[in-house]
């Protein structure tokens, strides 16, 4: 069915050449309605779209679908790709708090003077123009679950932001999305007269912090405002897990941590998102029972301590079991500062997961887990104008990441031209 | 190209050796010998751990004696080198000084680590492992052919005099520079150390010629000098660890002053001084990493390198640094270095003989040639690809990795247990601890 308006008499006049170019779109482009052509377009949301099209207007897509189902106006921008995808979103990082140079004055996804403290929140931290934001988006990854890492037993609030390179504020999706508990080696300090020093010492502080929160709450209804406590900020934070608005994003490796997680999350009615996973296949069944989501870890993670039994097949075998998932880049303290999530999902669709689950994982599935696939994570009619242009497979080594789009804005795809 | 090969050369091959061992033919996949084109339908013939010939299978006709296997399909290529790594959990000096060439990997080297068998299923065949780089000099390297042994001296090559193959690990920049006694606090400092070192070394080797074996006359024996003089003399390559440009121009300037031969190893701004690094001849050993930063030296580090090297002329190969990147995925290296401009053919030799050059063992490893070892790898499909799984690795003609046998795969892929060295197989107990429980109990056989 053609709907439109004028024909486009500038489409015959576009060379085939693979795309684009400038690096960024000048001020007035910036403004223009983008069309972007793809040989290949994966809404995600529905089945790969061969000579694909995705209208952009106003930082909003408002077209997807078949290029000969359509006809834009004269007024569009036109950009091709052999591939177009939803722009990339890592589920779970600490891109914008652990910087690139891996100096003191950069580094900030770690706060180490107490074990247990909620009430940090990574958008008082979060460095928008850390040159690695720019980097993993320069390979698609157009949103990221950043905030605290994993290495204190409540290391602080995560975020999920645009990798806009603006403002912390301006670029946000969601200030507060969830908080950072790790439980196994992650979570135990291991320095001697330090608590907790064990597994067991670890869960009895979390449950005894849960129950001054279950108090907290129980004060705070009172009828009679001068019983009610003081506000606390770590407090209201710990309350958002109880009542599920902000849900605890729990880093466990090993099994018995897996566990544990799942034993805390039935005796305080939590609602959980877990972290990292390795031993998940060992778990599978009470993973699925529970009903949580996994955010995977690196399927490159190294493969040591905590992470000894990870398999680069868990993601498949999660997608089996219909457990909902997505594949993270994690935190990384030396080098590679960051990971790439393309690179990990790349890795696990190579290993029994494919193409399109692979996808998901870094896209609509992640964005349904941390909260925005309202906004973001599909190729939908709506949906922000978030995309990634390839010049062919995005999981291929030797592919290339051409252009990204947030809000309808281009930046400039990976460049290795010194 | 390679020749076809005639059915004459292959009876003869075959006639002289049959009564040892009958030659094995893998025919139908795509070999990639690194030396030629790729050759489509391909013959590999392989006996008594050499490559006897290599060539288009239907060129032809086999003696009647050759055992054939059919890997239509599949790609096979030389065994990968890597040139820089730390399987085995391998050592070096210690913390009382930063220059210790006396001190061996070969003397730390666990054989039973699991990584070996991992790097196995990243198709290495052969491989440098390296002290660390916390040491101006942290000692002598080792290079190992990944056999099917458990025992590091079975993994040794070995060279005409006997003696192991192996460099001499050095390192500039921040690693060595330390603040504990005796250790350079600058980079003058390194450089002042390892002079002084050197000419210690040069005063030695003329000691030693002067006494012209006289034992009267003869310098007492010191391990360490020993190595520099191996080095002084081109014997043993320096494997030099140095990432920021002016490191790496450091490097040269102190080659060039002792005249040693030397690898640059990680090289993370390679691409700001690789027209002097073609001057000097150096080749390089680089690192892909996922993103620059980490530490200072290598906020700079490209996935261009390869590309930027390859075009000035440098022999150029990657590396793992395993447990810095993982020799499972090594492959991986290449697929980014030509990513990032690199030609097909060059990364596919920055995995293979280029690193076996930088070893100085081209003569042997590093390509699918008649007359090299038979090592050699047997994949589902493009090397390049992150679809390809690596299927069968082979050193000197015996198998030593196959993903269809189960504890391989496990180390191939990951899973409870691949972090343990491989065990006895029990045939009625799940690990050892359930063997020592049943004994407890008086259920043992």
Known sequence: MKRSLARNLCRSLLCAAALVAAPFATADEAAMPVAIHGEMVYPVSGAPIPGGLVLVRDGTITYVGPAEDMVYTMDYRIVRAKVVVPGLIDARDTVGLSGLLNQPHDQDMLEKSAPMQPELRAIDAYNPRDPLVAYVRSYGITTVHTGHAPGMLVSGQTMVVKTLGGTADGDTLKPAAMTAVSLGSAGTTDQAGKSPGTRSKAMAMLRAELLKAQEYARKLALPDETKRPARDLRMETMLRALDGTQPLLITAHRQQDIMSALRLAAEFNLSLVLDGCSDAPLVLDEIKAAGFPVVLHPTMARSFGDLENLSMETAAKLRTAGVPFAIQSGYESYVPKTRVVLFEAGVAAGKGLGFEAALAAV??????????????GSLEVGKDADLALYDGDPFEYTTRCLAVFINGREFPGERHEP | MLPRITLGLLLAASAALQAQESPVAFIGATIIPITGEPIENGLLLVQHGKVTAVGDARSVRLAADVQIVDVTGKVIMPGLVDSHSHVGGVQGADGSNPIQPDARALDSLDARDPRLQKARAGG???????????????????????????????????????SPAGGLKMANGTNPMRPTPNFPGTRAKSAALVRDQFIKAQEYRAKRDRAQGDPDKLPARDLGLEQLVEVLEGKRVVQHHTHRQDDILTVLRLAREFGFKVVLHHVSDAWQVADEIAAADAACSIIIVDSPGGKLETRDISFANGAVLEKAGVTVGFHTDDGVTA???FLRSAGLGVRAGMSRAGALKALTLANAEMLGLADRIGSLESGKDADFIILSGDPLSVYTKVEQTWVEGQKVFDFADPQDRLYALGGPGAGDAQRVQLCCYGSAWDLIIAANQGGAQ
């Open chain 1, 363 to 376: 896209t609509l599935n992640a964005a349904r887990i941390i909260g925005v696939d309202d906004r973001v």
């Open chain 2, 124 to 162: 290495i065949t052969a491989v440098n492992v390296m002290p660390g780089s916390g040491h101006l000099i942290s000692g002598q390297t080792l290079y190992l052919k990944l056999r099917a042994s458990r025992v590091v001296d079975n993994l040794l090559i070995k060279l005409p005099d006997g």
């Open chain 2, 327 to 329: 020799s499972r995925h």
